[in-house]
């Protein structure tokens, strides 16, 4: 399977070019070397998979033996005086019309007419394009895609056997488009969720019934280079010890059965100091199963030997607090002294304590170490 400029390899088969379409859904990388397979299947030499806006010719999408300064100065002027795209003052009902299709420079216009426009001769002519295909593939969001394909003079219009090649294709393109529309949007609402996870402060896997790590946030990946207690071996999660990975994944097992149950362990740390806290919960969210299409149970891992504490931005939006007093803030709540808290950010102690006196007055503290606290449970609360 081609994945570049192809020529070498000679054409792809219809089965294999049929493959590539379908691969193309879920790689979208694959487009350039599907259109090179198009525009070898119907006897051309570029191809160009437009999503132009309906209403009036502009836009760009993904070319194949196409000079990548052409689609700008189609996106600069040319669209305005593309013959094939027509200004079209009504785009919804326009898109309640409109069918796919398959059709050539012809049924648009006589090839007399065509040479002489201005969108053949200082566009597609520089371009040694004298005859092309457009194979409709979609309208969707005030877009429409297709795939356009352009062949030189010396090559004559396109023939009949040529057309007919495209259209076995066609039906098939249509439908890759459509599922590609899909899964990006399935991928868009992942990511976007994956973001969010990320944005938790407590370490989170997802995992299968056997513990592998289906999908790990950004604080369990930092708890996973920063812990001996706990690390991925074989993809699956494990603890210090035989006997605690045991149970870690007898936890997992109950969570993720048909009829799941959740539980809690700890884990001693190698410090010495306060236990790993790990809670196991089955992943009954459909949103949590979207992420891997496989995700049976969740993972939470707090270090209860670490002091929680809020973002600066969090402070100020909540008690009002200048940039300077949520900075002092921060670090307070972290554990730092207010001799430590001063050296950090190269004030006077005298600075940083009116700037503590003023936390304490926004917040209604009465002690830092209520306010310590406050802090904390504001952390874990988030």
């Known amino acids: 399977m081609r994945s570049g400029s192809g020529a070498a390899m000679g054409r792809l088969t219809e089965e294999q070019l049929l493959d590539l379409v379908y691969r193309t859904v879920v790689e979208p990388e694959r487009w350039p070397a599907l259109l090179e397979g198009v525009a070898d299947l119907a006897g051309g030499e570029r191809a160009w998979l437009s999503q132009l806006n309906v209403a009036d010719g502009s836009g ?26 027509a200004r079209i ?30 969108y053949y001769n200082d566009f597609l002519r520089p371009q040694n394009i004298h005859s092309a295909i457009v194979i409709g593939l979609t309208v969707a969001d005030g877009q429409m895609v297709d795939v356009n394909i352009g062949r030189s003079r010396g090559r004559g219009d396109f023939e009949p056997g040529e057309i007919a090649a495209v259209k076995r294709l066609h039906p098939h393109l249509v439908r890759a488009v459509t599922l590609s529309r899909d899964v990006d949007a399935l991928r868009q609402e992942r990511n976007d969720f994956a ?51 045991a149970a870690l994944r007898r936890l997992v097992g109950l969570a993720a059965s048909d009829a799941p149950e959740g539980g809690s362990m700890a884990a001693p740390r190698a410090d010495g100091g306060r236990p790993l806290q790990i809670v196991v919960t089955p992943a009954r969210s459909e949103r949590l ?49 207010v001799a430590e808290a001063a050296a ?17 007055e926004k917040t209604g503290a009465r002690r830092q170490s209520e306010l310590t606290a406050m802090f904390e449970r504001l952390a874990r609360s988030a």
Not at 60 to 84: E, K, S, T
Not at 344 to 360: A, F, G, N, Y
């Open 195 to 245: 973001a969010v996870l990320d944005g938790c402060e407590t370490a989170m896997f997802l995992v299968d019934h056997d513990a592998r790590v289906l999908f790990a946030n950004r604080a369990a990946e930092t708890a996973l280079a920063a812990r001996a207690e706990m690390r991925v071996a074989g993809r699956r999660l494990a603890l210090a010890t035989a006997e605690l990975t």
């Open 89 to 118: 003052a009504d785009p919804a009902g326009f898109a309640r019309r409109w069918r796919p299709s398959v059709r050539t420079d012809e049924h648009w216009m006589e090839k007399s007419q065509f040479v002489r426009c201005e």
């Open 60 to 85: 760009g999408g993904v070319i194949a033996r196409i000079d990548p300064a052409m689609l700008a100065l189609y996106g600069d002027y040319y669209y305005q005086v593309n013959p094939f795209v």
């Open 344 to 360: 950090m950010i190269d004030k006077s102690v005298h600075t940083v304590r009116s700037h503590l006196q003023r936390v304490l």
């Open 289 to 337: 199963r979207s992420l891997t299409g496989e995700a049976r149970a969740v993972v939470w891992l707090t270090d209860l030997g670490r002091r929680a504490a809020p973002t600066a931005e969090a402070l100020r939006a909540l008690f009002g607090l200048s940039a300077a007093e949520a900075r002092v803030a921060v670090l307070l709540a972290a554990g730092a002294s």
